[in-house]
RNA sequence: GCCCCGGUGGCGGAAUCGGUAGACGCAGCGGACUUAAAAUCCGCUUUUCCGAAAGGGGAGUGCCGGUUCGAGUCCGGCCCGGGGCACCA
């Protein structure tokens, strides 16, 4: 019988969602196991680059399945956003009747590539019985300060009309739709996630199981900074101005001070200045200016006309304004140190300001104040403090250690520290999201909705005409309410909330989710969390797995939670790329399209470029996942997906290769044919060969499942096969069957509808459900011969066979017994012999 | 600019500890089966030299140097590619 994937694999398909196969109780006893994909945005059609994500979880939790766990596999949709809004407007459907249709979608795609998710627990963050909790997290970070209302320069989306996250401008531009952004000071919400800077940095360190580089960036988001703070007298103001600086040993060489155009003693710093007008206007110039555009422009600053006293110096020195000082870092205003600060330096070269060396090399000289072409800059102790007064001659982290001392005595600063991260700004002016529970009363104030009147419902019923701004805010009947403390008329907040907050808690929420009275049940919470193994695409590491971990954190301090961090192992997969092609005009090419003539692409008489991109429906070079199924079956795909390339790497798809799959997978099928039809031999057992290779498969296929190295654990698969195969050629099927087994067990999580198929042609019980994960025995892995090589000068000479273990003796009879490697040791004397690891030995001549 | 990660055949990649570099797969070449094609199966496949063959020699993991009996792997210095952050004081 021929391997037909499409015979076989729609019938376990139904199957398994007949028997509903990964439900799981909660309550059921056995050693948990949380497994996790990061939920999708329903954005429609799923494509083959979609795929290697939910492939490899599925392989993970079918092994895990098997190894006796009880395991939580749930799946669900980050439902809200603006895709769904942006269809609604360009094909008149409603973003729900959209987001809908496109999960029914995307659920039966998951079936057919034989994916398993304990459908019970489904969730999707746009229906009113997931987001009301979303407002009611929300209720409770407002209550303790965590949440709450602000105006700031935010990031403005001019394209999408909304404001945007730090998290969501990317080189100044956003990140949905590459508009550039523009700086707006509005009031907006905010969650306070900068209260939990630290414990976010320090938390980094617990996570021993998460990729060293997802930690790296957050890290470096973070930005964590030891420094200080100081204050400058300025006599004119009558109070002194403190800054922030990361080296206050070189506070000596401090020959200027540059404030940022909207520090608020600005304004009072001016007012008598005669050129008043100019800075002003200049000032609102530069507030105006983009991220990009400000530092596009380059070092600019104005003069104030007034002074500060360095209070280490004692000199008066001139206050700048720069448009390279920050607002919102630290506190708006520096110290500038251009000998040892490149940017001072430049500034400083720019408007002819003084500058003073204050560092010189451990041991060397000095250079003079007028010969620096650059600033010199060090931070450990190969460069020592000089014309600095108390900390004359200290290496510099000492001399930064004294100095803070020194600030502190006097009682103008303290050592600080300082946190890159800003607050997170939540507020969006869309429809297609949770609306913010609050009410603006105009006796009370701003007026919290209680907790249950929630959920605050997003109303269905209204227009997308365009581009006017949120449709929430002209929803007659939304925006107007009763205010429940004065009884009063209030109005509705018509912000929604970043979808980003709904999937900050997603994972809690699956282990509960229809729980009508509470956010989740800590009981259950508490058991089944952390999730053991989250996977998801490494475009997450820095804003999803943040908020996740400050809400998480939040969470447990309100005491709902025993744990602070959500994912105790995560593995991010790279992405799945294709050659794509490009016309002259740079817009992409269908590959249907194109013609090959000399080896080069051309449409027509263009010629093409092609590009090996991220596979992506704007770059028209996906690969649907039906046409493969239809012809090769998922099996195969989910095989090539694993077999391709490590799986946190970034991997080029080639049709040519799936054929590779195909072929492995129809050898083993083809092997069970032949096992099946063999007459049954009672008592013959397999040659100890295919013993020992069996396994040393089991052995080495575990290890690399449990390392996420499923390129390896394929190829193991396949070496296996192909000896088992020789076998079988060279002997019928007879007395190979539990090697067989073996090899389908082992290959159960890669291709579930084959193994299940052949498995049950066997005449075994149903595998999904009853298969366990083989045992290797080590005593039967080892080889019967050791291969030894032998070098001369290390160079090798020859190798020799020694009956496993090997020890000395055996070792120097084997090279007695080989004749060419004898010749090459006569009369050379032998140094050393090494052996390594009880397996090979070299013996070495000199 | 700062930080991080890579560089191995025509290609994707393998090589738990420093121990026969190139497993496994794709593509390619040769062959079997077939009226033919597809499919399938078998063999070869880093490179170069000697040899009719069996077999044997040399070179080889981005470059230069070091440690070691032995280096893709460890150390130092470069070159190239990718990613993150980006005026954060």
Same mark, same amino acid.
């Given at each position: 019988m021929q391997y037909r994937p499409t015979d076989i694999e729609p019938k376990w398909q139904q199957r398994w969602a007949e028997a509903k196969v990964a439900e799981i109780d909660v309550t059921a006893p056995g050693r948990k196991l949380y497994m996790l994909n990061m939920f999708p945005y329903p954005s429609g059609d799923l494509h083959v680059g979609h795929g290697r994500n939910y492939i490899l979880g599925d392989a993970v939790y079918r092994y895990y399945r098997m190894q006796g766990r009880a395991a939580l596999n749930p799946m669900g949709w980050d439902a809200f956003g603006l895709p769904a809004e942006n269809a609604a407007i360009k094909f008149g459907k409603h973003p729900r009747e959209w987001t809908l249709g496109n999960i029914q979608r995307m659920k039966k795609q998951f079936g057919r590539w034989g994916i398993l998710y304990d459908w019970s627990k489904e969730i999707a963050s746009c229906e009113p019985e997931y987001y009301r909790w979303n407002q009611w997290l929300f209720l409770q970070l407002h209550k303790r300060g965590l949440a709450y209302r602000g105006t700031a320069p935010v990031n403005w989306c001019p394209q999408d009309q909304t404001v945007l996250a730090n998290e969501q401008v990317i080189d100044g531009r956003c990140d949905r739709c590459g508009a550039l952004v523009e700086q707006r000071e509005l009031s907006q919400w905010f969650l306070k996630i900068t209260e939990y800077a630290d414990r976010l940095d320090a938390g980094l360190d617990t996570l021993t199981h998460w990729p060293e580089k997802v930690k790296l960036m957050q890290r470096n988001w973070i930005g964590r900074s030891l420094g200080a703070d100081v204050d400058f007298p300025v006599p004119a103001?009558?109070?002194?101005?403190?800054?922030?600086?990361?080296?206050?040993?070189?506070?000596?060489?401090?020959?200027?001070?540059?404030?940022?155009?909207?520090?608020?003693?600005?304004?009072?710093?001016?007012?008598?200045?005669?050129?008043?007008?100019?800075?002003?206007?200049?000032?609102?110039?530069?507030?105006?200016?983009?991220?990009?555009? *400000?530092?596009?422009?380059?070092?600019?600053?104005?003069?104030?006309?007034? +002074?500060?006293?360095?209070?280490?110096?004692?000199?008066?020195?001139?206050i700048w304004l720069g448009n390279f000082v920050l607002p919102q870092y630290g506190t708006g205003a520096i110290m500038s140190v251009?000998?040892?600060?490149?940017?001072?330096?430049?500034?400083?070269k720019q408007y002819a300001l003084p500058i003073r060396v204050v560092i010189a090399p451990q041991g060397g000289e000095a250079a003079g104040d007028a010969d620096l072409a650059e600033a010199y800059i060090v931070k450990d102790d190969s460069g020592v403090s000089v014309r600095s007064g108390p900390i004359d001659g200290l290496p510099?982290?000492?001399?930064?250690?004294?100095?803070? &001392?020194?600030?502190?005595?006097?009682?103008?600063?303290?050592?600080?520290?300082?946190?890159?991260?800003?607050?997170?700004?939540?507020?969006?002016?869309?429809?297609?999201?949770?609306?913010?529970?609050?009410?603006?009363?105009?006796?009370?104030?701003?007026?919290?909705?209680?907790?249950?009147?929630?959920?605050? +419902?997003?109303?269905?019923?209204?227009?997308?005409?365009?581009?006017?701004?949120?449709?929430?805010?002209?929803?007659?009947?939304?925006?107007?309410? +009763?205010?429940?403390?004065?009884?009063?008329?209030?109005?509705?907040?018509?912000?929604?909330?970043?979808?980003?907050?709904?999937?900050?808690?997603?994972?809690?929420?699956?282990?509960?989710?229809?729980?009508?009275?509470?956010?989740?049940d800590p009981e259950k919470v508490n058991r089944w969390l952390p999730v053991d193994q989250y996977i998801g695409g490494i475009e997450h590491a820095i804003l999803h797995l943040l908020y996740a971990r400050f809400i998480t954190h939040a969470l447990h301090d309100m005491g709902l939670t025993s744990f602070e961090e959500p994912f105790t192992n995560l593995f991010n997969q790279g992405v799945i790329t294709k050659e794509g092609f490009k016309n002259p005009q740079g817009s992409w090419v269908s590959p249907d399209?194109?013609?090959?003539?000399?080896? *080069?692409?051309? *449409?027509?008489?263009e010629e093409l470029t092609a590009e090996v991109t991220k596979m992506s429906k704007s770059r028209l070079n996906v690969v649907p996942p039906d046409e493969l199924i239809a012809r090769y079956g998922a099996d195969t795909e989910r095989v090539y997906t694993l077999f391709i390339a490590p799986p946190e790497k970034e991997a080029a798809w080639s049709d040519d290769g799936v054929v590779g799959a195909f072929r492995f997978l129809g050898r083993v099928w083809q092997m069970g044919q032949q096992i099946l039809e063999a007459a049954p031999t009672p008592g013959l057992q397999a040659p100890t060969s295919i013993t020992r290779k069996m396994h040393q498969t089991i052995s080495a296929v575990t290890s690399r499942i449990e390392r996420f190295e499923f390129n390896t654990a394929i190829s193991a698969l396949m070496e296996f096969s192909n000896a088992l195969?020789?076998?079988?050629?060279?002997?019928?099927?007879?007395?190979?069957?539990?090697?067989?087994?073996?090899?389908?067990?082992?290959?159960?999580p890669f291709a579930p509808h084959m193994t299940e198929e052949v498995w049950s042609m066997l005449g075994n019980e149903e595998f999904v459900l009853t298969s366990a994960w083989p045992v290797a025995d080590p005593a039967l892995m080892q080889e019967e011969t050791v291969v030894i090589a032998v070098q001369v000068n290390g160079k090798l000479r020859g190798q020799v066979e020694v009956p496993a273990p &090997?020890?000395?003796?055996?070792?120097?009879?084997?090279?007695? &017994?080989?004749?060419?490697?004898? +010749?090459?040791?006569?009369?050379?004397?032998?140094?050393?012999?090494?052996?390594?690891?009880?397996?090979?030995?070299?013996?070495?001549?000199?």
């Open positions: 103001l009558g109070h002194p101005i403190r800054v922030f600086t990361t080296r206050p040993d070189t506070i000596f060489g401090a020959t200027f001070m540059v404030l940022a155009p909207e520090h608020p003693d600005v304004a009072a710093l001016i007012a008598d200045h005669p050129d008043r007008d100019e800075i002003e206007s200049w000032i609102t110039a530069v507030r105006n200016q983009s991220a990009l555009e *400000r530092q596009e422009a380059g070092k600019e600053g104005r003069f104030t006309g007034k +002074t500060a006293v360095n209070p280490f110096s004692e000199e008066e020195i001139p251009p000998a040892h600060d490149q940017r001072d330096f430049e500034f400083a510099v982290p000492q001399a930064i250690e004294r100095t803070i &001392a020194i600030i502190e005595e006097r009682g103008i600063g303290k050592g600080t520290v300082r946190y890159r991260l800003r607050d997170w700004l939540i507020s969006r002016q869309r429809y297609w999201g949770t609306p913010i529970p609050m009410l603006y009363c105009d006796r009370c104030g701003l007026v919290p909705v209680p907790e249950e009147q929630l959920p605050v +419902t997003l109303p269905l019923d209204v227009p997308f005409t365009g581009r006017e701004g949120n449709p929430l805010a002209k929803h007659e009947t939304f925006v107007n309410a +009763t205010c429940p403390q004065c009884g009063g008329p209030a109005r509705r907040e018509t912000d929604t909330m970043d979808t980003f907050v709904d999937s900050s808690w997603y994972f809690l929420r699956f282990v509960t989710p229809r729980d009508e009275q509470r956010i989740f399209e194109v013609e090959w003539r000399d080896g *080069r692409p051309f *449409r027509g008489q195969g020789d076998a079988v050629q060279a002997g019928g099927g007879a007395g190979l069957r539990a090697p067989y087994e073996a090899l389908l067990q082992l290959l159960h &090997a020890d000395e003796q055996r070792v120097w009879a084997a090279v007695d &017994a080989h004749e060419r490697v004898r +010749t090459w040791l006569e009369g050379k004397e032998i140094v050393k012999k090494i052996y390594v690891a009880g397996k090979l030995v070299n013996v070495v001549i000199r």
